[in-house]
């Protein structure tokens, strides 16, 4: 059997490897190398599309980085070496995005915009499965992938040879370099010169980047010699900070710092920067760009803590646990929102609490005063009832009675023009008859709802605003909301959930934040009739699949029923698809899809 038959044996046994890999079937790992099936496995956990390529998208990518500079020359002259070659020399940077690309063949050309592997788009393993780029990347080393070795079919005419280009000073992966092209022209050289491609670009980047790494590292040794406070230097592939530094600020305070001071140094000018840390402490920050050969190398950033006043009590610190009754609850973004709460009741401060629907704003506001004053009246007005000029008139009564200690006036953001003018009046009212003992008012809006000309006027008299972050933001709170929930809603009964359920839960967007959290254990609790732990069959289909792209309602539907098949035929996929009219291989490929996790037999 000569070279090319023995080829199109083995190739159609690994096309026959990968349909029963997809299958969810068993596989001869013997049929497929090692890293190839690590990858695909990969692919499956990430529920990447194999019968298409859709992949995230940035238009028009900054281009203006040391690695796009370094790699230019040195690809354009291996592309006048490979001329009329048809090869297709791709850049990335680390995320597997594409940042250039440059091919000598016009069919190659057209094949890969119709993939997508063109500047802008990226070609990460999470999006697109198998590939070159995106599994060195994964892998941390080169790596070729050959036509079906692809895990998406659209890609298995192709033959791919990535690299990964890291630092040559910081070590850290900084992009790749991929060279691809028909799969039946590639041959073994093809990986051997991405390597070759992959050590020129390092050299040049240790070249181009010593430089200007020296100058900002010289510069990092001044501030210190001239200080002893804390000091940070930094540019896109450096960080330096002395010990003073390293002693003194928390690692969530460090992050926020880099991050601001990054953001700053962008621009190319001194600045100053006040900014409130993630533990409550303030600090100012002097940012200061550092030249080198011409251009922005980075920036030296000098750090003073800001003391908080001499009143201030320690128990008021966000970085510290405050008690509020019904409320539970760890994260840092959420301890610092119910602090900044708790600091504007205790100054008696009216607040605008905003922030996306569901988030709490005004359990916490409940909570608060309970804690401040638990024998004070607490009244809720909801704006959505404004209907009628008797709306007024009755916030104007609460706002006035003697025994109101506290109000909150709830959707701000449905109150039209008219009834806006008349509440801010009637707040500057009560601010003058009951000047001695005002009630603490809170009103509550949409997320970024507090800068609509309307409302200005009326947000004149509330000098705080505190936004309640989303709970994908501080979702490492739901170990604790999950018992809190369930200990209301089965009235104390034993019920508790399993580990894989919360990793489930854990796993949710939440877009509807802690109220569809309740909701959803509502459904769970209503729907069982016995105590012990919920597992992941309790809870509603959604929940049963896990997906990392929007579902239109047509797509959601299709999800549920399949959830629900697999339900009625306790996990049986073969039974499943026959009830829904479709193949075995459809209905596989549809659960990896929609990331759904299969009920237990």
């Known amino acids: 059997m000569d070279r090319s038959t023995t080829a199109t044996t083995d190739g159609s046994r690994l096309a026959q490897t990968r349909l029963r890999f997809l299958a969810a079937e068993s596989v001869d790992p013997l049929d497929v190398r090692d890293t190839i099936l690590a990858s695909w496995w990969r692919s499956r956990r990430w529920n990447v599309a194999a019968d298409r390529i859709d992949l995230p998208y940035v238009r028009n990518p900054s281009l203006d980085l040391p690695l796009t500079r370094s790699a230019s020359p040195i690809l354009r002259r291996l592309r006048e070496q490979l001329d009329g070659q048809p090869i297709s020399l791709i850049l990335t940077d680390s995320t597997g995005m594409v940042l250039s690309r440059l091919t000598g063949d016009i069919d190659l050309h057209r094949h890969l915009d119709s993939v997508q592997l063109a500047p802008g788009f990226s070609y990460a393993e999470r999006f697109v499965g198998t590939n070159g780029i995106g599994t060195a990347l994964e892998g941390g080393r080169a790596m070729h992938v050959f036509g079906h070795e692809h895990y998406a079919e659209n890609l298995e005419d192709l033959a791919c040879a990535g690299v990964p280009i890291q630092h040559p000073i910081t070590g850290k992966t900084v992009g790749a370099i991929d060279l691809t092209c028909w799969r039946k022209d590639a041959g073994p050289l093809l990986i051997t010169l991405a390597k070759t491609t992959a050590d020129q670009i390092r050299q040049a980047l240790l070249t181009d980047s010593g430089v200007r790494e020296l100058e900002l590292f010289q510069a990092y040794l001044q501030a210190c010699r001239r200080t002893a406070g804390m000091v940070l230097a930094l540019n896109n592939d450096v960080v330096m900070m002395n010990d003073h530094a390293r002693h003194l600020l928390d690692p969530a305070d ?121 024998t004070g009246r607490f009244h809720v007005i909801d704006a959505a009832q404004a209907d009628d000029a008797g709306w007024i008139d009755g916030v104007r009564a609460e706002l006035l009675d003697d025994g109101m200690s506290a109000l909150v006036i709830r959707h701000l953001d449905r109150l039209d023009t008219g009834y806006l003018h008349a509440l801010s009046v009637a707040l500057r009212e009560v601010r003058v008859l009951r000047d001695a003992a005002p009630p603490w008012v809170v009103v509550t809006l949409g997320q970024d709802e507090c800068t609509e000309p309307d409302r200005t006027a009326l947000l004149e008299l509330f000098p705080r605003t505190v936004e309640i972050p989303p709970l994908r933001h501080h979702i490492e709170d739901l170990r604790e909301l999950v018992p809190l929930f369930l200990l209301r809603l089965s009235h104390g009964s034993d019920l508790m959930c399993s580990p894989k359920t919360m990793q489930l839960l854990m796993r949710s967007n939440w877009s509807g934040n802690a109220e569809q959290l309740y909701q959803v254990l509502r459904y769970v609790v209503a729907h069982r009739r016995r105590a012990g732990s919920i597992q992941p069959d309790d809870l509603p289909p959604e929940f049963r699949a896990v997906s990392r792209r929007p579902l239109t309602q047509l797509e959601s539907m299709e999800r549920d029923a399949i959830v629900q098949s697999l339900l009625d035929t306790r996990g049986n996929k073969g039974q499943a698809a026959k009830s829904l009219g479709m193949s075995r291989a459809t209905i596989y490929r549809k659960i990896h899809d929609y990331g759904i996790i299969t009920p237990r037999p």
Request: charged content about 20%; proline content about 4%.
């Open 254 to 374: 460090q992050s926020a710092l880099l991050g601001l001071a990054a953001e700053a140094l962008a621009h190319g000018h001194r600045t100053q920067i006040l900014i409130d840390l993630p533990t409550g402490n303030r600090a100012r920050m002097s940012c200061r760009p550092v030249q080198g050969e011409g251009r922005v190398c980075g920036g030296v950033v000098h750090v003073t803590l800001i003391e908080s006043g001499a009143g201030a009590a320690e128990s008021s610190r966000p970085g510290l646990r405050l008690f509020l009754p019904g409320l539970v609850g760890s994260g840092a973004l959420w301890l610092r929102c119910c602090h900044e709460v708790d600091q504007g009741y205790g100054a008696e401060d009216w607040l605008v609490l905003s922030g996306e629907p569901g988030v709490g704003k005004l359990a916490l506001a409940r909570a608060v005063h309970q804690r401040r004053n638990a």
